[in-house]
């Protein structure tokens, strides 16, 4: 497996990409209330991207048909917006990818409207906690199964799910970069992490099982027993002496 360095300046451009990224998915994730489609939402963020002279990461990827991937509810990832209505309730996960500079940010979050089940939101904290227990294991030396684990973990001991069949990766010039960032593993396992290495880490987990399929638009991510699921990102760079979140708006 080659995981792309990246040099100083390589970085500060990430840093730019990032930050991009983050500012538009926080102004999406405003605007996610009830009666909004995941269509309009996804316009919103288009239109973003582009007032800020960078790319939708993802419009074209593979033929992916939007800029967003918005997934609701018992949706897990690559949801792809349309005329969905968001609804009191619903658990919202958008991802956004931008590219600027020639290097992509990407991130996610995961927005609550309304939710009052105790379960949806044990969840969704839990996954978020689950990043941030991620990102904390982030350090030059460190293991990439200490990533891994650190979201297995905390999602687990919340009594949720982590999906297998898809995982977090490198990031840079290309969306997708080695290394794969499984969200299960072990600790002390898994390549050695090095200063200039860009990371997408992404949990995603479920209220219930942990198998997911995929819909007939060949994209959409959904849970097997139709159960609620979450999912978070952020892109973090391994430093000389530590980690840095660069998707923070
Ligand atoms: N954040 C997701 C990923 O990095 C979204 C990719 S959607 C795609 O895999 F359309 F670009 F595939
Ligand atoms: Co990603």
Same mark, same amino acid.
């Given at each position: 497996?080659?995981?792309? @360095? $990246?040099?100083?300046?390589?970085? #500060?451009? &990430?840093?730019?990409?990032?930050?991009?990224?983050?500012?538009?998915?926080?102004? /999406?994730?405003?605007?996610?209330?009830?009666?909004?489609?995941?269509?309009?939402?996804?316009?919103?963020?288009?239109?973003?991207?582009?007032?800020?002279? %960078?790319? %939708?990461?993802?419009?074209?990827? =593979?033929?992916?048909?939007?800029?967003?991937?918005?997934?609701?509810?018992? #949706?897990?990832?690559?949801?792809?917006?349309?005329? =969905?209505?968001?609804?009191?309730?619903?658990?919202?996960?958008?991802?956004?990818?931008? @590219?600027?500079?020639?290097?992509?940010?990407?991130?996610?979050? !995961?927005? &609550?409207?309304?939710?009052?089940?105790?379960?949806?939101? =044990?969840?969704?904290? %839990?996954? $978020?906690?689950?990043?941030?227990?991620?990102?904390?294991?982030?350090?030059?030396?460190?293991?990439?199964?200490?990533?891994?684990?650190?979201?297995?973990?905390?999602?687990?001991?919340?009594?949720?799910?982590?999906?297998?069949?898809?995982?977090?990766? *490198?990031?840079?010039?290309?969306?997708?970069?080695?290394?794969?960032?499984?969200?299960?593993?072990?600790? *002390?396992?898994?390549?050695?992490?090095?200063?200039? &290495?860009?990371?997408?880490?992404?949990?995603?987990?479920?209220?219930?099982?942990?198998?997911?399929?995929?819909?007939?638009?060949?994209? !959409?991510? /959904?849970?097997?027993?139709?159960?609620?699921?979450?999912?978070?990102?952020?892109?973090?760079?391994?430093?000389?002496?530590?980690? #840095?979140?660069? !998707? @923070?708006?």
């Amino acid at each position: 497996m080659k995981v792309p @360095l $990246k040099n100083a300046k390589e970085l #500060e451009a &990430m840093r730019v990409s990032c930050r991009l990224a983050a500012e538009v998915l926080a102004e /999406v994730a405003a605007a996610v209330k009830p009666g909004v489609t995941t269509g309009e939402l996804d316009a919103l963020g288009q239109k973003l991207i582009g007032a800020r002279g %960078a790319k %939708a990461s993802f419009l074209g990827y =593979r033929q992916y048909p939007a800029a967003m991937c918005i997934s609701v509810n018992e #949706e897990v990832i690559h949801g792809i917006p349309g005329r =969905r209505v968001v609804l009191p309730g619903d658990v919202v996960s958008l991802d956004v990818g931008v @590219l600027k500079n020639g290097f992509h940010g990407d991130c996610a979050t !995961t927005v &609550m409207v309304s939710v009052t089940d105790p379960d949806k939101i =044990r969840l969704v904290e %839990a996954t $978020k906690r689950a990043l941030a227990a991620a990102v904390a294991a982030v350090r030059p030396g460190g293991r990439l199964g200490d990533v891994s684990y650190a979201v297995q973990s905390i999602a687990e001991a919340s009594g949720c799910a982590v999906v297998r069949e898809f995982v977090g990766h *490198g990031v840079g010039r290309h969306l997708h970069e080695d290394p794969q960032i499984p969200n299960y593993g072990k600790p *002390g396992s898994g390549i050695v992490l090095k200063p200039g &290495m860009t990371l997408a880490i992404e949990p995603m987990v479920n209220l219930g099982t942990k198998d997911v399929y995929v819909l007939d638009d060949k994209w !959409t991510v /959904v849970t097997r027993d139709g159960k609620t699921s979450a999912h978070f990102e952020h892109t973090v760079a391994v430093l000389e002496d530590g980690s #840095e979140i660069l !998707t @923070l708006a």
